[in-house]
């Protein structure tokens, strides 16, 4: 079998880096051997003990004499201070155009008067703008429009108590309320 010069050329190139990594791993190791013996001679740290827990205490919660924060304190049918009243929504009334929106999220942008009738101009959030009058409705609470004027909208809603009945609430949308 003849050797070619490439076969040749590969052989003299292993060598020495063969020759180079056996040297590489017999490299003098007695300043790591040394650091070790230091380490070992100088101690082990000292370690806290774990500390002792005492033992849970139960303690049982005895509210005999108080009231049951799950019972009403006072009947609400019976109070005298409760005076259910006949103001409710009107739930049988068509609802119109400006029900739906929100109350503040819906802006006054101006007037029309003509003869004796005036309208309120309304922009709702998707930039339409419709004309109220009075008696008409807007907002979410039941608003009904008692007053215009050349800067303001003035409304009356119909909002929950929060005992169960309802009350009436001034609100108003001025010019540039957005």
Same mark, same amino acid.
């Given at each position: 079998m003849k050797m070619t010069s490439y076969r040749i050329n590969r052989i003299i190139l292993t060598l020495p880096a063969l020759a180079l990594a056996v040297t590489a791993c017999s490299k003098d190791i007695n300043d790591l051997q040394d650091f070790i013996a230091q380490t070992k001679a100088s101690g082990v740290g000292s370690v806290r003990p774990i500390p002792q827990f005492r033992p849970y205490q139960s303690f049982?919660?005895?509210a005999n004499d108080l009231r049951d924060p799950f019972v009403a304190a006072i009947d609400l049918a019976e109070d005298p201070g409760t005076v259910k009243n006949s103001l409710h929504p009107e739930t049988?009334?068509?609802? %119109? %155009?400006?029900?739906?929106f929100p109350l503040d999220t819906l802006s006054m942008v101006g007037t029309l008067e003509q003869n004796d009738n005036s309208w309120g101009l309304i922009k709702d959030p998707q930039n339409v703008v419709h004309k109220v009058k009075l008696g008409d409705y807007m907002g979410q609470n039941e608003g009904r429009v008692t007053g215009i004027t050349e800067t303001s909208i003035y409304l009356v809603e119909i909002v929950p108590d929060g005992v169960g009945g309802y009350v009436e609430r001034d609100a108003s949308i001025a010019v540039g309320n957005e």
């Open positions: 049982a919660y005895s049988d009334r068509p609802k %119109q %155009q400006l029900e739906v």
